[in-house]
C-alpha cells in the first residue's frame, strides 16, 4: 500500500511539473496553411529573435518561411525538385543557406539574403541521403552527406563558391547529422556498422578522422553546439531511450567524448536540440510517456532534469531553433501535415 502510494505521489509530482512547465510555451502558431509537409523540418537563425525554416512540401517542392518579431512571413514556394528532408544553417551577417538532395542527386540548395530567397541552384556532388550543414567559421558552410557507396561526402561554401566534393570511405546506415563547434570547426555523427556512433570533424579542408563511439544507435543523431568552444552534445535513440554523448573539446580522440548518459526520456522518434544558453541545451522528441502523440522538451545543463510537454496532438521530429535570450522556437507537423510553432520555454 505504501509503494502504491509512494508510485502514486511520484506519477502526480510528474504530472504537476509538466503542466506547470507546459504554460511557459506558447500557444500552437500556424505557419501558413498552403503547405503540408512531406519531410522533417530545418530552421536556422537569422539573427537575434529572427529564424528561417524550410521543408519539403507538395510536388517535391522546397517551401520557405521566416519567423520575424512573432509572426510568420507565409510559405514561399520555390522552383525545382528536391528528394530528401532539407537542412538550413546560418551563415553569418543575418544570411542563410538551405541545401536539400535534387532530382540528380546533386546538392541543391538556396541562400536567404537581405530578406530574399534566391532560387534554387546546385552545388554538384552525388548525394545517397538528405544533406546536413553547419558553419564553420566567418561565412564558411559545410554540408556532408551519405554518399552512393556508404561513405561521407561533402562541400564547403565561401559565399561565391563550392569547394569540390570530399569523399570519406565509411560504412554509414544512417546519418550524417552536423553541427557547429563553436571553434571553427564541423563535428558530424553518424550510425555504422551494429548501430554504432561514428564521429568525424573537420575545419573545412582535410577531416581528422572517423571515430567509433560504440553504442547500439537506431536513428540519425542530432548534435548540437554546447555554448562552450569546441564542446557539442550529440543525442541519440536507442531503442526508446534517449541518451546523450558529450565531447568536451581538445584533441580529436575517442577518450575526448564521454560514454552514453540517459536523457530521462523514452521516445518513439528522433531527438531534435538547440542550443539555449551558454553550456545549455534543448532538445525535444515524441515520447511515449502517453498515447497523445506529444512533444516533450528537455534541458541538459551538465546533467538531464525533467522533461515537459510542449504539445500534443503533433508528430516529430520537431525542429527546434535559438531566438536568443534563452528561448527557442519549435515548429511541429501537426496530424494533417500542416505546421505550427510555439517557442518557450
Known amino acids: ?29 500556424p505557419l501558413g496553411n498552403s503547405t503540408s509537409a512531406t519531410s522533417i523540418v530545418s530552421c536556422a537563425p537569422v539573427k537575434a529573435g529572427s529564424v528561417a525554416c524550410a521543408v519539403r512540401g507538395d510536388n517535391h517542392k522546397l517551401a520557405v518561411n521566416v519567423y520575424d518579431a512573432g509572426d510568420w512571413s507565409g510559405w514561399k514556394v520555390l522552383g525545382g525538385t528536391v528528394t530528401s528532408d532539407p537542412s538550413c544553417t546560418e551563415r553569418g551577417a543575418g544570411e542563410v543557406i538551405c541545401a536539400a538532395r535534387g532530382l540528380g542527386n546533386n546538392l541543391v540548395f538556396t541562400r536567404l539574403n537581405a530578406g530574399k530567397w534566391s532560387d534554387l541552384a546546385s552545388a554538384g556532388g552525388d548525394l545517397f541521403g538528405a544533406p546536413t550543414c553547419a558553419r564553420i567559421k566567418s561565412t564558411r558552410i559545410l554540408c556532408a552527406a551519405r554518399s552512393a557507396t556508404g561513405g561521407m561526402t561533402s562541400s564547403t561554401y565561401t559565399g561565391n563558391t563550392w569547394s569540390d566534393f570530399d569523399n570519406q ?25 551494429s548501430g554504432h556512433l561514428l564521429v568525424n570533424r573537420s575545419g573545412g579542408g ?81 515520447s511515449v510517456f502517453d498515447l497523445s502523440s506529444s512533444v516533450w522538451a528537455g534541458i541538459f545543463n551538465g546533467g538531464w532534469g525533467t522533461w515537459s510537454t510542449v504539445s500534443a496532438g503533433a508528430y516529430g521530429p520537431p525542429a527546434c531553433t535559438p531566438l536568443g535570450g534563452s528561448k527557442v522556437v519549435c515548429v511541429l507537423v501537426g496530424a494533417d501535415n500542416k505546421l505550427n510553432s510555439t517557442t518557450g520555454p
Not at 6 to 29: P, Y
Not at 179 to 187: F, L, Q, R, W
Not at 212 to 240: K, N
Request: net charge positive.
Open 206 to 286: 582535410s577531416w581528422e578522422g572517423l571515430l567509433d563511439l560504440a553504442g547500439v544507435i537506431h536513428d540519425t543523431p542530432s548534435c548540437v553546439y554546447l555554448g562552450l568552444p569546441g564542446q557539442v552534445v550529440c543525442v541519440t535513440r536507442s531503442g526508446q531511450l534517449l541518451n546523450s554523448y558529450r565531447f568536451s573539446g581538445g584533441t580529436w580522440v575517442s577518450g575526448s567524448w564521454g560514454t552514453a548518459v540517459y536523457a530521462n526520456l523514452q521516445s518513439i522518434g528522433r531527438p531534435e536540440c538547440s542550443p539555449l544558453a551558454s553550456s545549455q541545451i534543448l532538445c525535444a522528441s515524441v
Open 1 to 29: 500500500m505504501k509503494a502504491s502510494l509512494r508510485t502514486l505521489t511520484a506519477v502526480c509530482l510528474l504530472l504537476v511539473q509538466s503542466a506547470i512547465a507546459q504554460a511557459a510555451w506558447t500557444s500552437l502558431k
Open 169 to 193: 570511405t565509411a560504412n554509414l546506415i544512417a546519418g550524417p547529422n552536423c553541427t557547429s563547434d563553436g571553434a571553427g570547426k564541423v563535428i558530424c555523427a553518424a550510425v555504422g556498422p
